[in-house]
């Protein structure tokens, strides 16, 4: 198997790329800077770097580097500043998703491809009932206008949720859903949900990356594990 991942540089990203390397999964990363990976993971046989911006690639681009690929995994995301917040691309997150949903739906595969969204507690299911508190549905409304991260993440998930049924012969999804992330790197015992446990404002609970990292290369060596979760949006929680 021969995953594209992108965010690889990133908090989540580079822990997703150990567990992949772990379960010999080949790995193509695609990076602005080359210097932002580890020496040892570059040097790996099995990992595959492209340098360039990935807002910026072209779905004919994204098709070529999808060519052997069986798995995407995103964990693109927004730096913590003031431009990454406010800054362009806003879209970021879900305009890249959708090319490479386009990229993938313009060179078939022998099997759908298999997407991995790294999105947010704080993203609502459209499609399944969730109990949530009037403070967070006001809170979250004002969040949705002033914080276009969260617009996007929203934007990204839901443009899943919507694919077309053309789309859906192409491309099987899961969108995995942690709740306030925590730095540590190891995987732990950790509690999957089909819809949020706890008001991600208010009662919000903790979710290392090390656990969102082994669930989602989980997902993709486990046929039991996403049949269970593929077209749903599992929320974890450290256990």
Known sequence: MKVLLLGATGATG???AQQLLERNIRVSVIVRAIERLDASFTRDKRVTVICADVFDLSVQQLTHHLVDCEAV???LGHNLSWQGVFGQPRNLVS???ERVCLAIQT???SSPVKVILMSSSGVQNKQKEQRTSWHYAIVNTILRVAIPPHRDNETAAWYLQNLSQSAKLAIEWVAVRPDTLTQHPTPTEYQLHRSVQFDPIFDAQQTSRGNVAHFMAELLTN???WQHWKSHMPVIYNK
């Open 73 to 75: 995994i995103s964990c």
């Open 14 to 16: 580079r822990l997703v």
């Open 107 to 109: 060179n078939p595969h």
């Open 95 to 97: 305009g890249v998703l």
């Open 223 to 225: 046929a039991s594990l």
